[in-house]
């Protein structure tokens, strides 16, 4: 069973940078996309950014340029860089990861920006 953890979700400062980490386990083989999510009370989820295991990355419009994704495959861990944080960025984010057409999330990290 694949199982997904997140780390790094905290409160920080507008202007400031956090990364979060996710570690995959429960697969022998490679995933097909790695990547975030994230949701505020009475909206739906979204997409943030992710990676396909051929390179392909893909970014909501409101983070390009200040956030990054990126995978390490040797330990099957996606993470998310996240600079100049905006407090529209508060959020719970949820890794995500897709094997074989089957979705799966992770437990979600919440990320607080104060202005």
């Known amino acids: 069973q694949v199982q997904l953890v997140e780390s790094g979700g905290r409160l920080v400062q507008a202007g400031g940078s956090l990364r979060l980490s996710c570690a995959a386990s429960?697969?022998?083989?490679?995933?097909?996309?790695m990547g975030w999510y994230r949701q505020v009370p009475g909206k739906e989820r979204e997409l943030v950014a992710i990676?396909?295991?051929?390179?392909?990355?893909t970014y909501q419009d409101s983070v390009k340029g200040r956030f990054t994704v990126f995978r390490d495959d040797t330990r099957d861990a996606v993470y998310l860089q996240m600079n100049d944080l905006k407090p529209e960025d508060t959020a719970v984010y949820y890794c995500?990861?897709?094997?074989?057409?089957?979705?799966?999330w992770g437990q979600g990290t919440p990320v607080t920006v104060s202005s």
């Open positions: 990676r396909t295991y051929g390179g392909i990355t």
């Open positions: 429960g697969s022998n083989f490679a995933f097909d996309a």
């Open positions: 995500y990861t897709q094997l074989r057409k089957q979705d799966y």
